[in-house]
């Protein structure tokens, strides 16, 4: 069974009739708004549109009023539905978004520790780190402590420290420490990576990660808790990113540990 499906099945014990209150996509996330105030965040997968002016809202015709598959009012179960198995990348955005809502619930909340990632995974010289995804704060933050740092990307960006994602396959299996970006989740990527992972010091970051336990098979989730949804949907709306909701203290960041 695929991580996806599993997630959904999760959720579907976390829901009842609930409904989507409103949503925003931004250029790096994208965040959900339930109907009873739980809300959450997920990476914009805008790498793997197709650029044009108009792709979410989409028209059967030459002429006529666009139309999506994900609007406000809907039921939280028929988007997890829709979306968490789409391949169009922005539905898949705003569904992942909606569906880290699900799980903001206070009795997983209860089990958050306060804290960035850092201070709950140490690395040494013995150790070589794989990042899947480009994560700057920690990738500078290790460089100095580690034997070796291998980052892998399906978009290098003109960086020859960056290698393609194909060589996970070859290249990961070696790695002591690995750090999985979020957004694999969103993408479904995910499944594939964890094949090639041969430790346990495994972590999966960022604002996209589902907190929710025992589904992921690594030790640390790292994601953010939304303090502020109304702060929240104006910064993303505003073109915000990661860094920007944290020190605007809209979210905070916070660990699971397994």
Request: one cysteine or more; charged letters at 20%; glycine letters at 8%.
């Amino acid at each position: 069974m695929t991580l996806s499906k599993k997630l959904y099945d999760e959720a579907l014990k976390f829901i009842n009739n609930e409904t989507l209150e409103d949503y925003v996509i931004g250029l790096g996330l994208s965040a959900a708004l339930l109907s009873d105030g739980r809300c959450s965040v997920s990476y914009t997968l805008r790498e793997d549109t197709l650029g044009k002016c108009e792709e979410f809202f989409k028209c059967t015709g030459d002429f006529g009023n666009p139309v999506s598959k994900i609007n406000p009012g809907m039921k939280v179960k028929d988007i997890l539905n829709i979306g968490l198995f789409s391949p169009d990348p922005l539905i898949r955005s705003v569904a992942y978004a909606t569906l880290n809502a699900v799980f903001s619930t206070p009795e997983i909340k209860n089990i958050y520790s306060p804290g960035d990632l850092s201070q709950y995974i140490n690395v040494g010289l013995d150790d070589t780190i794989g990042f899947i995804g480009r994560i700057d704060p920690l990738i500078k933050l290790w460089k100095p402590k580690a034997w070796d740092i291998l980052i892998f990307d399906r978009n290098r960006k003109g960086s020859d420290e960056v290698l393609p994602d194909w060589a996970i396959v070859d290249l990961l299996p070696k790695c002591s420490v690995v750090v999985i970006s979020g957004s694999a989740i969103v993408n479904g990527s995910i499944d594939w990576i964890l094949n090639y992972v041969k430790t346990d010091k495994v972590a999966i970051v960022g604002p996209s990660t589902t907190l929710l336990p025992n589904v992921f098979p690594v030790k640390l989730l790292a994601g953010i808790n939304v303090l502020n949804s109304g702060k929240l949907f104006k910064l993303i709306s505003h073109g915000a990113g990661t860094k920007k909701i944290i020190a605007e203290k809209a979210v905070e960041k916070v660990v699971l540990v397994q």
